[in-house]
T-cell receptor
Framework: QQQVKQSPQSLIVQKGGISIINCAYE??????FPWYQQFPGKGPALLIA?????SEKKEGRFTISFNKSAKQFSLHIMDSQPGDSATYFC?????????????FGKGTMLLVSP | DSGVTQTPKHLITATGQRVTLRCSPR?????VYWYQQSLDQGLQFLIQ???????AKGNILERFSAQQFPDLHSELNLSSLELGDSALYFC???????????FGPGTRLTVL
């Protein structure tokens, strides 16, 4: 059972464009939603995270939008740059696991063309 | 560089064999997590240790086991290896259970 569904699988965006990656979750006990960025040959690294008490969180060019009623959240990358080309994973966790167990989406491979 | 180290970087072995993957957490981190990353299953949580004790278990096969030693480094043991065990194995660490997890560079396991 896939508890976090992520789309699209891959995405090509022109430099300067907006990249949008969507995730949907099933478990209503989840209340912490991080996004990870992974470059080839490296481990995932935390990019930005949100809790459901806010509908949006922005850090630089990266924004998370959260819709609690729809159980959906998305990552927006504004002014996308070639250096943003990487695989992005959404994840979810909650108090049931002491925020220890991260359930990941299957990832989105983003390519930003120059 | 996350500060988490994993060895070896690559491992090639045969079906039926046993291997040990090693992880050294960031200095001061008490919690260690193991993940498996494959193309079809994505990133899957296997197991977590906190200060030497098993804290949480995910989709870890019975052929797999792990432990965390007094110096806080951890080892993941994979036995009776099958072709389907070929994957990237990541270790992550955090200061306390539930805090931000920092991932190591991974060990790529190939079972032939």
């Amino acid at each position: 059972q896939q508890q976090v569904k992520q789309s699209p699988q891959s995405l090509i965006v022109q430099k300067g464009g907006i990249s949008i990656i969507n995730c949907a979750y099933e478990n209503t006990a989840f209340d912490y939603f991080p996004w990870y960025q992974q470059f080839p040959g490296k481990g995932p690294a935390l990019l930005i995270a949100i809790r459901p008490d806010v509908s949006e969180k922005k850090e630089g060019r990266f924004t998370i939008s959260f819709n609690k009623s729809a159980k959906q959240f998305s990552l927006h990358i504004m002014d996308s740059q070639p250096g943003d080309s990487a695989t992005y994973f959404c994840a979810a966790t909650g108090p049931n696991s002491g925020y220890s167990t991260l359930t990941f989406g299957k990832g989105t491979m983003l390519l930003v063309s120059p | 560089d996350s500060g988490v180290t994993q060895t070896p970087k690559h491992l090639i072995t045969a079906t039926g064999q046993r291997v040990t993957l090693r992880c050294s957490p960031r200095s001061g981190d008490l919690s260690v997590y193991w993940y498996q990353q494959s193309l079809d299953q994505g990133l899957q949580f296997l197991i977590q240790y906190y200060n030497g004790e098993e804290r949480a278990k995910g989709n870890i096969l019975e052929r797999f086991s792990a432990q965390q030693f007094p110096d806080l480094h951890s080892e993941l043991n994979l036995s009776s290896l099958e072709l389907g065990d070929s994957a990237l194995y990541f270790c992550a660490s955090s200061t306390l259970a539930g805090n931000e997890q920092f991932f190591g560079p991974g060990t790529r396991l190939t079972v032939l």
